[in-house]
T-cell receptor, first 113, second 111 residues
Framework: EPEVTQTPSHQVTQMGQEVILRCVPI?????FYWYRQILGQKVEFLVS????????KSEIFDDQFSVERPDGSNFTLKIRSTKLEDSAMYFC???????????FGDGTRLSIL | EDKVVQSPLSLVVHEGDTVTLNCSYE??????LLWYKQEKKAPTFLFML????IEKKSGRLSSILDKKELFSILNITATQTGDSAVYLC???????????FGAGTILRVKS
C-alpha cells in the first residue's frame, strides 16, 4: 500500500540552526500538509499546500517556517532559526483531494539543544 | 475557537471486552470527522464520517456520527492486545484543508 515517507526519522540540531525536514507524499496525491506534536500534547496543524502554494497556515507557522515542493516528489518544511520550543514530532500528510482522508508519515522527531 | 474533545483520556480493558470511545466537537466549518489509530509513529487512518447516522464498519471496529449533537463514537468489539494504541479523533475543516485534533484516548488491552 502506498505510504508517506519522511526523513530523517530523528534530527538533533543546535538552537539557531536551520533544519529541513523532508517528505515524499503518496504519488498521486495533490494536497500536502505539515503537523507537529509536542510531547504530551495534541497534534497541531501547521500548513496546507496545494498547486504550489500555501492554502492555509496556522499561527504557529510564522516567518521562521517555509514549505517547498522542489520537484515532483518531495515536500519540505524548513525552519530557519530553530528555537528550543520547536522540539516536537513533525508529521507530513497528503490527500488525493481536499475531501479525502489525509494519510500521515511516520514523522521526524526534532530535538533542539 | 474550534474544539475537539475526546473521552475518556485513557482506558484499560481485558481482551474480549467491548470499548466505546467518544469524540465531541465545536467547530465553525465542519466537513467531516476522522478517526485515526496511533501506535508508535504515524496516525493510521480508520474512518471518515460525513453524514449522520450512517455506521462505518471495518472488522471489529465501527463508528457513527451525530451532526445534530456534534459527537461521534468509535466502538471496538472483542478487543485484542493489538488494539492497544492512542485513538485520535479529528475534524476536517471546510475552509483551509486542516484537521483539528482531539487529545486522544489511550487504550490499553490486557491479556
Amino acid at each position: 500500500e502506498p505510504e508517506v515517507t519522511q526523513t530523517p526519522s530523528h534530527q538533533v540540531t543546535q538552537m539557531g540552526q536551520e533544519v529541513i525536514l523532508r517528505c515524499v507524499p503518496i504519488s498521486n496525491h495533490l494536497y500536502f500538509y505539515w503537523y507537529r506534536q509536542i510531547l504530551g500534547q495534541k497534534v497541531e496543524f501547521l500548513v496546507s499546500f496545494y498547486n504550489n502554494e500555501i492554502s492555509e497556515k496556522s499561527e504557529i507557522f510564522d516567518d521562521q517556517f517555509s514549505v517547498e515542493r522542489p520537484d515532483g516528489s518531495n515536500f519540505t518544511l524548513k525552519i530557519r532559526s530553530t528555537k528550543l520550543e520547536d522540539s516536537a514530532m513533525y508529521f507530513c500528510a497528503s490527500s488525493s483531494t481536499e475531501n479525502q482522508p489525509q494519510h500521515f508519515g511516520d514523522g521526524t522527531r526534532l530535538s533542539i539543544l | 475557537e474550534d474544539k475537539v474533545v475526546q473521552s475518556p483520556l485513557s482506558l484499560v480493558v481485558h481482551e474480549g471486552d467491548t470499548v466505546t470511545l467518544n469524540c465531541s466537537y465545536e467547530v465553525t466549518n465542519f466537513r467531516s470527522l476522522l478517526w485515526y489509530k496511533q501506535e508508535k509513529k504515524a496516525p493510521t487512518f480508520l474512518f471518515m464520517l460525513t453524514s449522520s447516522g450512517i455506521e462505518k464498519k471495518s472488522g471489529r471496529l465501527s463508528s457513527i456520527l451525530d451532526k445534530k449533537e456534534l459527537f461521534s463514537i468509535l466502538n471496538i468489539t472483542a478487543t485484542q492486545t493489538g488494539d492497544s494504541a492512542v485513538y485520535l479523533c479529528a475534524v476536517d475543516m471546510e475552509y483551509g484543508n486542516k484537521l483539528v485534533f482531539g487529545a486522544g484516548t489511550i487504550l490499553r488491552v490486557k491479556s
